[in-house]
Every structure is written in structure tokens, then in C-alpha cells.
């Protein structure tokens, strides 16, 4: 039950802009950093909804990250985790994303660098 939750609130987090504190991030974050199956888990949603987003949306992202539309869920994904429990990924970067506003360390993070 608790790793569910824990999927949900990073899900959440990561993708729908809700506003998680800072404390209940870092729980999430030492979490994923801390169970492969988590992240596996976490990975499998994010892909999930990241699929269901408008074509144009997809495109627009697959153009940043330097990849096609086709690998665009998986690889968003995957970068977003490890921008996350790398610690690369800030709050307040979640935070700036859910907002619809994009940072330095989220381009980094999305084009692999």
C-alpha cells in the first residue's frame, strides 16, 4: 500500500502539476532511489500517460529531447526518473514544470546531458 502511494504521489508530482511538498518529494525521491521496482513502477505509469498526450504534444517533446515520436514515452520516462533520484531534478523544477514552465535542468535532464 505504501509503495503505491508512493507511485501515486510521484506520478502525480512529476505529471499533473500537483502541488506536493517539499518533505513528501524528497520521501518520493529517496524512495525510487532505494527500490527497483519502484522505479520500475513509476517508469511503467509515467510511460502510460505520457502516451495518452496529444500527438502535437508528444512531437514537441520528442523534438527536445533529440528523439522520435515512437521512443518519446519510454525515454521521457526513464530521464525523468534518473533526473529525479540523481537528484538532478529539483522541487522546485517539478514545481516550475507543473506550472508549465520549463528550466535549464529540465532540458538537461530530458536531452540526456
Known amino acids: 500500500m505504501a509503495r503505491r502511494f508512493i507511485v501515486v ?3 502525480m508530482l512529476a505529471l499533473s502539476g500537483c502541488g506536493i511538498s517539499q518533505a513528501n518529494y524528497d520521501a518520493s525521491r ?5 527500490s527497483p521496482s519502484l522505479r520500475s ?5 509515467c510511460t502510460r500517460n505520457i502516451s495518452r498526450k496529444p500527438y502535437a504534444t508528444r512531437r514537441n517533446i520528442a523534438k527536445v529531447m533529440n528523439t522520435s515520436v515512437r521512443n518519446t ?3 521521457y520516462c526513464s530521464r525523468l526518473t534518473r533526473g529525479i533520484t540523481s537528484g538532478r531534478l529539483s522541487h522546485s523544477d ?3 514544470a507543473s506550472r508549465g514552465q520549463v528550466t535549464p535542468a529540465i532540458i538537461r535532464v530530458l536531452q540526456g546531458r
Open 30 to 34: 529517496e524512495a525510487l532511489r532505494g
Open 41 to 45: 513502477d513509476f517508469v511503467r505509469n
Open 73 to 75: 514515452p519510454r525515454l
Open 9 to 11: 504521489a510521484v506520478s
Open 94 to 96: 517539478i514545481a516550475a
